[in-house]
């Protein structure tokens, strides 16, 4: 009744106001930079359509979102009601209303509007934007175009829960012109990760692909921080990463047609990937341990029969190589890369993302009749470190105790595999002694590069955690990361050369000699399957 009552008031106020408040027009540049609070229509104006456009919203009901319609939310409540409209009139009558949250300038910041200032609502359909970057003077960075000189783009959403569960949404961004953005080599194709649920110092994903980087994988995608202007409105700290794709630049593997027929075609080049969710043209089978394995083909895209079949066929002949009983087999190696897997494999124990081989799990081969899968590049690693709390240790392996969201596909069944024990040993010990030492700084430079824009952000987005980066890495992300490497390292550093004969089954003391296959009385450390046992 009140909202009613206050409504009809402004209808007449509305009415009254009319021909002064377009005398009043407030005028801003044009359609360029943020839009000034009040101007809810897009139009870069503060003026009587603002005022309308709210009471239209008001009376249709429109419900406050925190990505759609917050620039509607003009005082800030978190409701589209009388307040706003009350803050607009002040505003044309010339009362200077406070800013709404912006950009840090401490990075380059990518402007954004897309055609008609149109929201992004869907993830299938692209919609055409202008768009610039200003390299606010930054030293290091290029700006791009600029507000009266745009480039052209399609951007659309992207993501499975982070589309649909969050305020701040991912985007898949497809540049009109190959462009080199931000130092990174040039490409049409980028997304913009939000990873807005990023609680560590924002590191989630950095680390990872760095190490992976430094452990010499072919290719991870490089990201660079950059804050966000999307139709005038500040949207926060984003990540511009390189979209994993075949290319030169990227998964350097041939392009393989779609629909391609020619038997040795079909061998190679494919980018796939382990996926989490099942989908309709998923490739399907059932893993030996009996749980369902979904894989989606990335490149080819639309797959012949003959394609289907020949990629259908080498996962299932994988995974029968992979769950065999004897484990000194060596038929699993002829279809995974031993080397690339055991380097796959450490990166995701030393960031602990039990979902490594669950969702986000790409994998490639190339052309050929005896080429073999490819882990990498690494992809989506938010689930790292999930398993923080303030006494968890981090003494497992991924595939232990995994958590109900994740699967854990083929991994715990190659770890048995005493080759590949030996393989994990052998690329640790260049992780422990060459790259591991390097981290820190690593860590400690990339939080402080984002720290002022993570806490614009957390002002935009006062629900997710971007803010104190250096505090929440040095807190959370360090500690966590140092477990469990250490851990590992008593796994995996220990008597490191004769962990092989310590997959027989006995137990062995730490003199190497066997105690049989009972777990020995006497007090003491053993050695079990590579790992450490002590009996008290
Ligand atoms: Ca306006
Ligand atoms: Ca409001």
Redesign the pocket.
Known sequence: MIIKCSLSLSIMTKSILTIILIACTIQLNAQSGLRPRGDVNCDWEINIADVNALIDDIVKGTAYHSLYTYAE?????????I??INMVIDAILGKQLPPMPSYSGTLPVLFINTEGFRDIVSKETYLHAKWWLDNMDIEGYESIGSPSEPLGMQIKGRGNSTWTNLDKKPYRLKLAEKQNVLGMPSNRHWILMANAQYWMGQMNDALPFEIGRRMGMAWNPYMEPVEVVLNGVYIGLYFLTEKIRVGKNRVNVIEQKDNETDPYNVTGGWLLEVENYVQPDNIKFTEGNGEPFWVAAHSPEQLSSVQRDYITNFLIETNSAIYVTDKNSRVWEQYIDIDTLAIYYIVQEAIDNPEAFSGSCYFHKQRGNDTKLIFGPLWDCGSSFQRWSRTYEFNEFIYENIPSYCRSRWIGEIAKFPRFQERIRFHWKRFYEEVYPAMDKYMDQFVAKLEQAGNADHVRWPQYPSENTTQRLNEFGKPSFHKKVAWLNEQWGVMADDKALHADGNYYNLMGQPMGKQLPTTPGIYIHHGKKIIVK
């Open positions: 939310d003009v005082n800030g409540d978190q409701e589209i009601n307040s706003d």
